[in-house]
């Protein structure tokens, strides 16, 4: 069993609509929770990272942590296509990185 | 504007080939990475190194090595490229006291043949 699982989708929305994203994980030492955007052709580029259980908001985005349940999401509202990438949860123990497979998400306008 | 490079975008070899991917970060970390990104597992970390001179194994060694003479390089070598290890192959680099965020290279996609 990997230590972090993500469906890769893929995932088709129209402009406007609310993209939802999530993991789950098996590891309770993981800390910190973290979602990556990754454009075609471009290396990963951290988007989000949450510590605790709960919500964070930045904009658009909202990332959400259920430590009991080993569960991460991230919400995309007013998607725009500019939105369009791959998405990929990440977890972190020491300074190691754990990712998931990562979800093709695209924005049609 | 920081920044990681990775010496090339398309990389053709042929098996049992020797095969070098160079990675240069500006922004000063002490830490570096190689993993590789292939559909479906996502990225899967081969190497990391603390610092010049060091190195640990990642979770997918096997058929790597790495060097890191200089802190701001850091270098994945196949020692006799197989087939298997067809991938997109990324760099990254942190700062000191935690991989929170990693900077990434563009990656460099490599076909052995």
């Known amino acids: 069993q990997k230590e972090v699982e993500q469906d890769p989708g893929p995932l088709s929305v129209p402009e406007g609509a609310i993209v939802s994203l999530n993991c789950t994980y098996s590891?309770?030492?993981?800390?910190?929770f973290m979602w990556y955007r990754q454009y075609s052709r471009k290396g990963p580029e951290l988007l989000m990272y949450?510590?605790?259980?709960g919500n964070k908001e930045d904009g658009r985005f909202t990332a959400q942590v259920d430590k009991s349940s080993k569960y991460i999401s991230l919400f995309i509202r007013d998607s725009q296509p500019s939105d369009s990438a791959t998405y990929l949860c990440?977890?972190?123990?020491?300074?190691?990185?754990?990712f998931g497979a990562g979800t093709t998400v695209t924005v049609r306008a | 504007d920081v920044k990681v490079t990775q010496s090339s975008r398309y990389l053709v070899k042929r098996t049992g080939e020797k095969v070098f991917l160079e990675c240069v970060q500006d922004?000063?970390?002490?830490?570096m990475f190689w993993y590789r990104q292939d559909p479906g597992l996502g990225l899967r970390l081969i190497y990391f190194?603390?610092?010049?001179?060091?190195?640990e194994k990642g979770d997918i060694p096997e058929g790597y090595s790495v060097s890191r003479e200089k802190k701001e390089r850091f270098s994945l070598i196949l020692e006799s490229a197989s087939t298997n290890q067809t991938s997109m192959y990324l760099c990254?680099?942190?700062?000191?006291?935690?991989?929170?965020?990693?900077?990434f290279g563009p990656g460099t996609r490599l076909t052995v043949l």
């Open positions: 990254a680099s942190s700062p000191p006291g935690g991989g929170l965020e990693q900077f």
């Open positions: 590891n309770s030492a993981f800390q910190y």
């Open positions: 949450t510590y605790s259980s």
């Open positions: 990440a977890m972190s123990y020491d300074y190691k990185l754990s």
């Open positions: 922004m000063d970390h002490e830490n």
């Open positions: 190194s603390y610092d010049v001179k060091m190195k």
